[in-house]
């Protein structure tokens, strides 16, 4: 029973917020003078990649939708292939691996007590690439989240003080479920939550397995906070793994743009490689 929390708290102190603040003197960090600078690549640019992205999931989609309606497949139910979540998922990937010319997946890390990681399972990342998502419900720093962030290794600081909780499992999960059924519109889901499960929609939407950068294993990726744009294109908005966690806002004529992390690459990534971020970025 010890050496079980001992793991657990060998994993979960680097989002401890009082040891960071203690040990931090020691720790490798990633420093900037201003949240202006915090900026790896364009907005503009990131925005576009996974615009591009997404529309080519959709693209997929419809094909496949198209075809199976058509010429059923190999005389099975086809309503039943078309939803079937491992095959959505590993379309995506092959999708993926066309537009962007690599793909990732979730493996034992190679750290010691790392537990699972993000490598790159196919092709080569260029530099300044949007490699992957932090997935998750976003809450203002004065909303409730003390009992989803228990025993929650999860949770992600924007620079603002806007939190993520990209935990897939216990309340957290049955949490996003819930707001995203909330906030659909008829049919249409306004976010992505197949993230929740093994076989995501969105193959991105890993990032909170990144694991932290050590001695050995320097940072290959950075995160930045982006703003989805009001003329983001309906249809694409499926596949975003974010939404807030409360229902309305101050002002119900303001409309309230979705909040995104996404984790860029530093340098060239080859294929096998496991991610390694910066839990800690300093902002001066």
Known sequence: MIKRVIEKWKQYKYRFVPWIALNLKDRSIRAVPSKSSDEVIP????????????????????YDNKKYKVKGHNGQDSSRLYTDKSRISLRNVSVMSDVAGFTIGRKVSGLAHGGTGVFVTSGTVPVHTVVAMYPGTLYYNYEPILLQSINNPFIFRCLDGLLIDGNDQGISKYLYRSCSNRDRVGPYLMCDRSWLSAHPNNPLAIGQYVNNQSKRHSANVAYQEIIVPKDFPFSL??????????ASIDNPEEIRLTRLVVLVSTRTIECGEELFSTYFTVVY
Not at 43 to 60: G, P, V
Request: net charge neutral; no cysteine; charged share 25%.
């Open 43 to 62: 907005k503009i640019e990131a925005l576009q990649f996974l615009e591009t992205l997404f529309q080519a999931f959709d693209a997929s989609e419809k």
């Open 237 to 246: 908005k499926k596949y975003i793994p974010n939404l807030y966690y409360s």
